[in-house]
């Protein structure tokens, strides 16, 4: 050790020496690497500016790029499916193996059960049985357990079916009685209804009472006219007795028999008739159009139109007769009368109501007396005629040929 060099010999001199000449050369190689990178990169950034910002991109490198993405996609979707496929494979197996192992504790139970018939039963009293025959045996009996539960369902099954089939006509037979009971009884229902709407379909306010001591001019068209009921229908005059019926399809018909024969304006009683109520399926658009004539009172004006002369008529009497009182028209008088013939109740034929008129204007002082019908057309009708006939009715009609 050399005091003069603070204790250090001179190898170790030496080495420091070369440490530091070592330090040096690689801070020398540091700092031009440093330098190298430094140029390196302004002369990228230099070479970048001087270039086209948008990429150019050639054909060839396009489609390397779009394969690039469907190798990956296909690769990417094969790999799920094929995960889905083991997931899918995975959980049958679990399933399976739950079965077979709830299987394996089913015959698990049974051997024991054996095995406790065997112990309590087949040792104890000496029969010989052996377990697995006793096995069979409780076996057999879970079987036919299940035999009878299965019959017992399938019994009450048939019971439920047989019941259902038997409510099968009882629902069918229901719907057509009801079904019938509507086509028989539905002017019942609709009757009573209509005779508080308008009739006539003309507005309810289109017609008003007239002053009977007003002459007016009026078209030739025959037509009945009453205020209170909203009616003016058409009038079919000097019509036989056989179309008396078809007429009333059509509006109102004058009914002539033997004594009750008159027009409008002549001395006598002038018959008009028509229906009340019919089926709400007929397509008679004049069905109800003496729905409401019941409504009438004394007093009330009721019109004629007759070879363009109106005739004004006030209500006097109302009376309700049997269908064959034809006798009830014929009414001796020095008058023109007028009486309006409906069935009633309302939606049947049982009665007639007549509606009894007088004539208040024109003037009848020097009216002419109706003549009556020639012997040839007195035969009288045995009955008035009816509303439209119902369901049944029409029925046995076309049966007998009526």
Sequence with gaps: MNSENGGQNRNDLQRQAAAAIARKKVLAAYADSAK???????????RLKDESITPKINSESWKKYHSAWQDYYQ?????????????YIAKERLKDAREKAEEEEILSSLTKSSAKVKNETGLSLGTGITGEESAYESADSIKAKLRRKIRKKATDSAKISRRRRRLIPLLAGVAVTLLVLFLQYNRLIFAPIMAYVSPGNA????????????????SPDPRLIIPKLNIDVPVHFGISLSEVMSSMNYGVAHYRIAGASAYPGEIGNTVITGHSAGDIYSSNQYKYIFSGLERLEDGDLIYINYNSVRYTYRVVKKEVVEPTNVAALVVETDKPLLTLVTCTPLGTSRYRLLVTAEQIAPNYGDADTAEDLPTVDQNVDSEMPSNEPSFFEGIWNWLTGN
């Design 36 to 46: 190298k990178a430094a140029d390196k990169a302004r002369n990228d950034n230099a």
């Design 75 to 87: 690769k990417y979707y094969s790999e799920y499916y094929s995960r889905a496929a083991q997931n």
């Design 203 to 218: 507005p309810a306010s289109g017609i008003e009472a007239i002053d009977p001591t007003i002459t007016q001019s009026v």
